[in-house]
């Protein structure tokens, strides 16, 4: 059974994702204070771990270089390492392209969720750092199955999915994101298309959010000014035609 998904994000009012580009806070807000309020409100969901794409997971490897493209031989089976009682850091990398310098990131046991055609030589060096790993199918893509993995065999019961905005389309795509959990922070990017909370790679008659509904759950104002807004992920079927 695949674990709970949370899609846990911060975001300014336009719902934009680089904070480097936000307006900063009002005359007498402590930036340092809004600052806090993401893993602040990320421990209270009571999460197993998170989980996040390649290119935010590069800032905890020691290097961003591919893999071998060579198929191995070796049993494609979901490995896991000496996770010690930690919570989960889940790594969505396809191709194998990030390279670990120890088991962890922010003191949580590193899980590399992988396509089957990484080579022999990677999964070798995950298992020699201590790094755990599982398979989404053949191409790295399949999250269902990787999901049902995370659930069974890592124990996982809920698990933060925390971005950026092309992971977080590709899990509301396939129908696995059961709650939002939205930090609004007090502040504006302004830009077109700028990168978003969910940024689905499809095409224009795509709807990736299709057949889904938001239940509001609660909403909550924190210090600063900052707003938590929760929802829960419903399947909205289709109604019965006359």
């Not at 790993?133 to 890592?154: H, I, K, S």
Request: contains cysteine.
């Amino acid at each position: 059974m695949r674990p709970k998904i949370i899609c846990h994000m911060v975001s300014s009012i336009d719902g934009a994702l680089q904070v480097n580009r936000w307006t900063a806070p009002a005359a007498g807000i402590d930036g340092d204070v809004l600052s806090r309020h993401y893993e602040e409100v990320a421990a209270r969901l009571d999460a197993d771990g998170w989980m996040v794409g390649r290119k935010t997971m590069e800032y905890y490897a020691n290097a961003a270089a591919p893999a071998p493209d060579s198929a191995g031989k070796s049993p494609r089976q979901a490995h896991i390492a000496d996770r010690r009682g930690r919570d989960v850091a889940v790594a969505i990398d396809p191709q194998g392209k990030l390279h670990y310098e120890k088991d962890e990131a922010e003191g949580n046991h590193l899980v590399a969720i992988l396509g089957e055609r990484v080579s022999d030589a990677y999964l070798s060096e995950l298992r020699e750092g201590g790094v755990s790993y599982l398979f989404a199918g053949p191409d790295g893509y399949d999250l269902r199955q990787a999901m049902d993995v995370l659930g069974e065999a890592f124990g996982i019961r809920t698990i933060l999915l925390e971005g950026g905005g092309i992971i977080n389309g590709a899990f509301l795509k396939a129908g696995l994101i059961d709650e939002i959990s939205l930090l609004v922070y007090p502040a504006i990017d302004g830009l077109a298309k700028a990168p978003g909370i969910f940024d689905y790679l499809g095409g224009p008659n795509e709807k990736p959010a299709a057949g889904l509904s938001l239940r509001h759950t609660a909403t909550e104002m924190l210090d600063g000014g900052m707003v938590w807004l929760r929802y829960g992920v419903e399947a909205n079927p289709p109604s019965p035609r006359h």
